[in-house]
Each structure stands twice: as C-alpha cells, then as structure tokens.
C-alpha cells in the first residue's frame, strides 16, 4: 500500500491497495479501537481488476463475533450483509443496483453509513439507498476492505476517509 496523489493541482491523498485474485474480503485500514454509534464514509476509486468481481467498502462494528459488511462493486451495485464470527451469514441486501453509482474504472463513488442502534443508514454519493434495522453486532472496530474476487486481483484508491462517533 502506498498513499499518492492523482495530479499537480494537490486532490486529496489516496490510500492505494492492491491484492491478488481471493475469494477473501481483505481489510486494507482498520480503527484502533471499537466503536458503537458512529458516521463513516469514504471515497473509493477502483483503479484495476476484473471489472465483474472487484468491490469494495466497510466492514462494521467487527468482532470475534461477527460483524456488517457494506460495499459498492465496479458494476454499480451495493449490498450489506453480515458475517458469523468468520464465516459468510447472508445478505441483508442482496446485490443491487443503484443508478447514482459511476461505473467507469478510475471514478470516484463515495460510500457513507450511518449506524445508531439498531439502525442502519447506507449513502451513495450523498443520496439514501437503504435503510434498515438489524441488531446482530452492537459494538466493534470500523475495517476499510477490499475483495479482489477469484479470477484477477484488485487496485483500488480510497480517499476521504471520515469517522465520526455519534452521540
């Protein structure tokens, strides 16, 4: 992992990642400590990869127990679902598209989520794609990931990253 900038006129900096081709979701970043309540967004830019496997986004409220996984693929899609200590729960919502989402590879998307209680709020580019109740995980750490899929590896650029407790 590296961290750069895209061009002269200073955007912000990016966090690059780069993984080889895993059935896997890879945490890139993760938060020193656990949160409950909290604001977290960040823009990713999906910079290679086979363009029908690679996604990216957050695992939530992490812990030996399980936690939430929210992420954004280069297709356009989203999805949350949630994991049981390590292995693969299910879908809360199952991959779908959303319109607001940039398709093309080097396009910035922005991913924000809002979780308070048992409410969870998921944001693309600002606006509302779902809103849900679910009180599987209350507390845990905030992990930035990736998943690079079986076929081909993954470079993604994540840029922005805001973390806020809610009160």
Not at 26 to 36: E, G, M, Q, S
Not at 63 to 76: F, K
Not at 123 to 142: E, K
Request: hydrophobic residues 35%; glycine residues 8%; proline residues 5%.
């Amino acid at each position: 992992m590296q961290i750069r900038s895209r061009s002269k006129e200073r955007p912000p900096p990016e966090l690059w990642a780069k993984y080889p081709k895993s059935d896997r979701i890879h945490p890139v970043l993760r938060t020193p400590a656990p949160f409950d309540d909290f604001d977290a967004s960040v823009t990713i830019r999906f910079i290679d990869g086979r363009y029908e496997q690679i996604n990216a986004g957050f695992e939530l409220r992490f812990s030996d127990d399980g936690d939430y996984v929210i992420r954004i693929s280069g297709q356009g899609t989203f999805s949350v679902g949630w994991h049981k200590e390590t292995d693969w729960g299910d879908h809360v919502v199952k991959w779908t598209k959303h319109p607001i989402l940039k398709t093309e590879m080097g396009e910035a998307n922005r991913l924000r989520v809002l979780m308070k209680g048992d409410r969870i709020r998921v944001y693309i580019n600002g606006v509302l794609a779902t809103l849900l109740r679910d009180d599987r995980y209350s507390s845990g750490l905030v992990r930035v990931v990736v998943s690079p899929g079986n076929d081909s590896g993954i470079e993604a650029a994540f840029s922005a990253l805001q973390l806020r407790e809610l009160i």
